[in-house]
């Protein structure tokens, strides 16, 4: 007969073996909490704006030095190629700007592109949401012509100063812009806000309303423009779980806005 000693080894055997095969939870995916997503959010911005000056400033000095122009012909090379200037500003930004992200998410323990939501749409959700948005600018501008809403843009914003500048101008504003913000709009504040008491609902509202104030070119009228656009743009972001999506959307009405003015000088 077994002895006591062997009963009670035979029995931690099977109560290990029993262990081995439970399968193992993993600790639940952390997400910033709204303050904190806020928060990170602001340094962004800020490292947008540092760097988008650092940058459109080597361009001038680059161009023919800064202290080279007297205040007149400064003036004369930032009025003839504005536009080209602001393409460089959104370039030079657009990569710090998302490295905040990248550490804040790393900080996290979180993968950039599964935070993000940087999933490719299926063909029939892009086809859908392209869709849907034509409607959304049609009724926009329709409503713009009825109550008489004027362009922001001014003849400096046409001033490119040939066709390189074009170039620069329309990578800044309709590549390096879209991703940029769509990245922190629609991927890191809705992943943070979305995931807080405000819900997807209330962070599609909130991520709207402060894309659109962001945009201090534009009066009032295109602000609520551009905040009816975030709607849209939020609900195919949480509807698709895809950040991308909104990217494609958003540089196609950059493009759209950009290539229907004219002509650049």
Avoid at 32 to 61: C, K
Avoid at 132 to 146: K, Q, T, W
Avoid at 156 to 180: E, F, N, Q, R, T
Avoid at 204 to 222: E, K, R
Wanted: charged share 10%; aromatic share 14%; proline share 5%.
């Amino acid at each position: 007969m077994p002895t006591f000693a062997a009963k009670l080894l035979v029995n931690m055997s099977n109560f290990e073996s029993t262990n081995s095969r439970l399968p193992i939870s993993s600790p639940p995916l952390r997400t910033w909490d709204f303050l904190e997503t806020t928060l990170v959010v602001l340094i962004a911005d800020g490292v947008f704006a540092l760097a988008g000056w650092f940058a459109m400033a080597f361009a001038l000095r680059a161009y023919g030095g800064i202290k080279a122009l007297s205040p007149a012909e400064l003036r004369a090379v930032w009025l003839g190629f504005q536009a080209c200037w602001q393409g460089v500003y959104y370039i030079g930004a657009a990569l710090p700007s998302i490295a905040v992200l990248w550490v804040a998410i790393r900080m996290a323990g979180r993968g950039f592109a599964e935070y993000l939501a940087l999933n490719w749409p299926t063909r029939r959700e892009a086809v859908r949401a392209f869709g849907v948005m034509a409607i959304v600018v049609l009724g926009e501008s329709f409503v713009a012509y009825l109550v008489g809403a004027q362009s922001p843009l001014t003849d400096s914003d046409l001033a490119v100063g040939g066709p390189g500048g074009l170039l620069v101008m329309l990578i800044g504003s309709c590549i390096a812009v879209p991703i940029v913000e769509e990245f922190v709009v629609r991927g890191f504040l809705f992943r943070g806000w979305s995931e807080s008491f405000l819900g997807p609902a209330g962070a599609i509202v909130l991520t709207s309303a402060v894309w659109a104030m962001n945009h201090t070119q534009y009066d009032w009228f295109g602000r609520l423009d551009i905040f009816g656009m975030g709607l849209a743009l939020g609900y195919f972001r949480w509807r698709c779980n895809s950040t991308w999506l909104t990217v494609m959307i958003h540089s196609a009405l950059n493009t759209s806005v950009f290539l229907s003015i004219g002509p650049y000088v």
